[in-house]
C-alpha cells in the first residue's frame, strides 16, 4: 500500500535481523544470516544492487587488487593483480547476492528505528517502485 506522500505501509513481518544497506557489509552480514538460518531481509534505497558503486565516477577503480575483494563465500572473479573498475564491483555485488539468493529489497529507504521493549522497529519510504531483487 502506498500513501499520497511516497510512503508505503507494510504489513508488518518480524525478522531475526533487518540489515540496512546491499553493500560489501550488507550483503557479506546477509549471508553469514543465510548460513545460520535466520530470518532476515536487506534493505536498499538503490534501483539495484550494486548501484551505489555504479554511481560513483567513470575513471573509478578500487585501490586493493582483486584478491583481496572478494565477499565470503564467492573469490572475486579475476586474476589476483587486477583492479576493478566500479562497474566490476558493482557486477560483482549483484551476482553475488543473486548466487546467495539473498532477500534484498532495492528501492527502499530506512527513515527511522525505534526500539519498543526488546523489539526493533523500521519504518522505511520507497524511493520509486520497490522490487525485490532476489528470492
Known amino acids: ?17 533487518i540489515v540496512i544497506g546491499a553493500g560489501q557489509a550488507g ?4 549471508y553469514y544470516l543465510a548460513q ?9 534505497a538503490n534501483e539495484r544492487v550494486g548501484d551505489s558503486w555504479r554511481k560513483r565516477w567513470d575513471s573509478l577503480r ?22 576493478p573498475t566500479k562497474d566490476e564491483m ?6 553475488y547476492a543473486k548466487r546467495f539468493q539473498l532477500p534484498v529489497i532495492t528501492n527502499t ?10 523489539v526493533y522497529t523500521s519504518s522505511t519510504r520507497v524511493c520509486d517502485a520497490s522490487r525485490r531483487t532476489t528470492s
Do not use: C, W
Open 36 to 44: 545460520h538460518g535466520r530470518s532476515f531481509v536487506i534493505l536498499d
Open 62 to 83: 578500487l585501490f586493493t587488487s582483486s584478491g583481496f575483494d572478494g565477499l565470503p563465500g564467492m573469490p572475486y572473479p579475476a586474476a589476483s593483480r587486477a583492479y
Open 27 to 30: 550483503l557479506s552480514v546477509g
Open 1 to 17: 500500500m502506498q500513501t499520497n506522500k511516497g510512503t508505503r505501509l507494510l504489513t508488518a513481518r518480524r525478522y531475526d535481523a
Open 109 to 118: 529507504r530506512v527513515v527511522r528505528l525505534s526500539k519498543e521493549g526488546k
Open 90 to 95: 558493482a557486477d560483482y555485488l549483484e551476482a
